[in-house]
């Protein structure tokens, strides 16, 4: 379905469901909280009894965003999720494609196939099958910009309000690393501009986003540079490690690694940055990249995951010695594409 399409069909299509349930992707980040909240107050507008379930805890520096006390933390309340899935017409998708990126909910999903599901992502490869409509776009930076495209066709001066202009620029700001990536075209400026306002505080926004940090997690970055990044110098990459010990050792809290794997891009000749975390029985791995290098081809490939050209993530069944060295093995292949 066509982008123009989803806009033009969108209230037809929605129109038929009264009662929806908006699900987000395991670990949720500024975009998939951003665009599921502005979705909610969206849809709240439009006289839909709408809810909102995330898998598991969201980071702390999402705390004070408008409408976060009515999202529903699955791991926590997973009665009360199942009773929200089981009275829903309608589970729309946002901010992932696959109901396997949903941790502890995924089975509850695959459960209640009965219910037609609505998606609005960024990512690739999606099943589009599944779906009753979907807008999905893999050159756009963030799912928050498209459902801003989305309420904008609709209508700003009838539809956008302080809470879900809020919702938006949050989710946008942290998908592209606060305007550093992931800008496909100059429309994403232009619809951010257009939702800043004397209420709507874009700085403010970026401070109690980037600028809340605990003591704790800051020692945690200097740690994570000082004593976990290791350089390679011959593949122009940088990679950071973080045992489980390490985590516990800086009293880890969710999001405290949020923007950790950026770090190493600063250094001049590094082309590719990861991030190698021990968490929740897996080996968790964050890529990032500059210019045309494909991390998502390298996760998707190597590391069961995915993601964009310029960030993507994936996991590994081992522990940290064997994930790395599964790392350090997968590089040579790459070695004249992170030299070009």
Request: charged letters at 20%; aromatic letters at 12%; proline letters at 3%.
């Amino acid at each position: 379905m066509s982008k123009q399409l989803f806009f033009n069909k969108f209230k037809e299509i929605i129109s038929q469901y009264k009662h929806v349930v908006i699900v987000s992707h395991v670990n949720p980040d500024g975009d998939a909280i951003g665009s599921s909240l502005a979705f909610y107050y969206f849809l709240l507008k439009l006289g839909i009894d709408a809810k909102v379930i995330i898998p598991n805890d969201y980071p702390s520096f999402l705390s004070w965003m408008p409408g976060i006390g009515d999202i529903l933390i699955f791991d926590k309340n997973q009665e009360k999720g199942v009773e929200y899935l089981n009275s829903a017409d309608l589970i729309c998708y946002l901010d992932f494609n696959h109901p396997s990126r949903t941790g502890l909910v995924h089975n509850d999903l695959c459960h209640f196939k009965r219910i037609p599901r609505l998606l609005i992502d960024h990512h690739r490869d999606a099943d589009y099958s599944q779906f009753v409509a979907y807008l999905s776009e893999v050159e756009t930076s963030s799912t928050s910009e498209l459902v801003a495209e989305l309420i904008q066709h609709q209508g700003f001066d009838k539809y956008l309000d302080d809470n879900i202009a809020t919702c938006l620029l949050v989710g946008i700001m942290t998908d592209t690393g606060s305007f550093a990536h992931s800008i496909y075209h100059p429309e994403t400026f232009e619809i951010c501009g257009s939702m800043i306002s004397p209420t709507v505080d874009y700085q403010l926004i970026h401070s109690k986003i980037y600028n809340t940090f605990s003591e704790n997690r800051l020692r945690l970055l200097g740690y994570c540079i000082s004593n976990r990044m290791k350089t390679l110098d011959e593949y122009k990459t940088a990679y950071i490690y973080l045992t489980k010990a390490d985590l516990e050792s800086f009293d880890y809290q969710v999001g405290d690694t949020e923007g950790v794997v950026n770090f190493p891009l600063m250094i001049d000749n590094i082309k590719m940055a990861v991030l190698i975390t021990e968490r929740q029985g897996v080996i968790r791995f964050s890529f990032r990249s500059k210019g045309d290098f494909s991390v998502h081809e390298l996760a998707k490939t190597h590391f069961n995951g995915g993601g964009h050209t310029n960030a993507a993530g994936g996991t590994l069944d081992c522990d940290m010695e064997q994930a790395i060295d599964t790392f350090l093995n997968v590089l040579p292949q790459y070695k004249e594409l992170l030299n070009k």
